[in-house]
């Protein structure tokens, strides 16, 4: 049986979740004219507002489960103005509340103001917010409502201190959860654009011919630090006899240091604005040429040793600074002069030789600033997202954090300080329904039927 569709487009149903689907079908959703049509009865309405309010808040719990946690008490709170408050007792605010003895606007003026109204019915899936893995979702650590479900049942989440394994569980106020920070990243993170034969990955616009460079000398001396092997590895003595058989060398680590630097070439290659003819002739070169170097590590024969020989001849050729043949005959005849001549032209190729010591100051400060920012995210491979880590594209319109949470993102924690209520203006339950859909969905898990 073909499995239904999460987010579809020709009959969409709104879900938790920062799909791009999802958003394109919030976004197009028009207000639902379900309590203002004759042709259906009462309890069609309700049952149909039903539904879209379920396919929304906690799909993936079962019915009966939530018919348990649905409470028919609605939690609110009334504005008070707290320095009237601390004068007066309050008694004269609540004297007549909900006798029909309230001031009544006066219909006569030409411009009577609209009464703000509390939503009461805004509160129907109030209970659902206490549930741990809809609080991971509202606390932004995790993408959807089903991604913070896994992540409890893998045991990433931990309540009070201690690995909470129940996505069920409902806090109570002042509890306090946290969410492994890795499990954060990558939530919230790009999603990783995995590299694969024959194609070549993505490269965002913003990284510039500076960084092929970078890449490519941590490349080399990457491939330096593989040919270290070769002297470090201990000859053993072809007379003596007693000696047990060698254990065939491990080259996992040299096949996965092949697999990374061609996975980085491909990524610089997708680049094609800031790189020059010749330089992409090089890196298509040598992405040709480590394909079968790739393949015959794999052999039984293979030693890192002879492997990291051929990666560096492989490499030697490759030098991204220069942007073409008549760059790079430049360069050789700068080699070939007099070093004397070489530290002068140094001397006055030196971008920051006309630089004042204000203006020194401040790019030093500025170069120690994009060194540290490079420290603290760098590119790393072994990482599920994308490194360096950027936001998860069309997250933006669902970054919000609700008022009854406290969240510190510098360590991926929160505290539940409160059960949401409803105010005069707006309910603290996030929900993109109108109060009229709430009312029928309110209406039908009374049992009023």
């Known amino acids: 049986m073909k499995p239904r569709r999460y987010h579809g487009l020709k009959r969409p149903k709104l879900r938790q979740s920062w799909n791009k689907y999802n958003l394109y079908n919030i976004y197009r959703m028009n207000r639902p004219k379900i309590d203002q049509q004759d042709n259906i009865t009462f309890f069609q309405q309700k049952w149909k507002a039903k539904g879209m309010l379920r396919d929304y808040h906690g799909e993936h719990v079962v019915e009966r489960k939530w018919v348990r946690m649905f409470s028919r008490r609605l939690l609110s709170v009334a504005e008070m103005d707290t320095k009237y408050m601390a004068e007066h007792d309050g008694s004269e605010l609540a004297a007549g509340r909900g006798s029909g003895k309230d001031e009544q606007p006066n219909w006569s003026h030409d411009m009577v103001p609209k009464r703000i109204m509390t939503p009461y019915m805004q509160m129907t899936f109030a209970p659902m917010e206490r549930r741990l893995d809809i609080a991971v979702f509202r606390a932004m650590f995790a993408s959807s409502t089903r991604q913070a479900r896994q992540f409890c049942v893998h045991g990433a989440v931990k309540v009070n201190g201690k690995v909470m394994p129940y996505p069920a569980y409902r806090l109570n106020p002042g509890d306090m959860f946290q969410v492994d920070p890795e499990r954060v990243l990558y939530a919230t ?161 030196d971008p920051t030789a006309d630089l ?82 709430n009312q029928l969905a309110f209406n039908w898990y009374l049992r009023r039927r």
């Open 189 to 349: 993170g790009a999603p990783k654009v995995e590299s694969k034969e024959g194609s070549s990955k993505k490269k965002s616009a913003g990284d510039t011919e500076n960084d092929a460079e970078d890449a490519i000398e941590e490349a080399e001396a990457a491939a330096e630090e593989i040919s270290e092997v070769k002297a470090e590895a201990v000859e053993q003595d072809p007379e003596t006899t007693d000696v047990a058989e060698p254990a065939p060398a491990d080259m996992k680590p040299t096949r996965k240091q092949i697999q990374e630097l061609t996975a980085r070439a491909k990524a610089i290659l997708a680049d094609d604005d800031n790189l020059g003819v010749g330089q992409k002739r090089k890196l298509r070169h040598f992405i040709k040429d480590a394909k079968p170097l790739l393949s015959r590590s794999g052999r039984p024969g293979a030693t890192p040793a002879e492997i990291a020989d051929e990666l560096a001849t492989i490499m030697s050729g490759l030098n991204l600074s220069e942007s073409g043949d008549s760059t790079s005959e430049a360069s050789s005849a700068k080699q070939q002069q007099p070093s004397s001549s070489s530290s002068s032209a140094s001397s006055s190729d």
């Open 356 to 437: 004042s010591e204000a203006e020194r100051k401040k790019f030093e400060k500025r170069m120690a600033e994009y060194l540290r920012e490079e420290e603290e995210n760098p590119w790393d491979p072994s990482k599920p997202y994308r490194t360096p880590w950027r936001p998860r594209p069309y997250m933006a319109p669902f970054a919000f954090i609700p008022k009854y949470l406290e969240v510190n993102h510098n360590v991926c924690a929160a505290v539940y300080l409160r059960h949401p209520v409803a105010r005069v203006g707006h309910a603290e339950v996030p929900t993109p329904f109108p109060v009229a859909v």
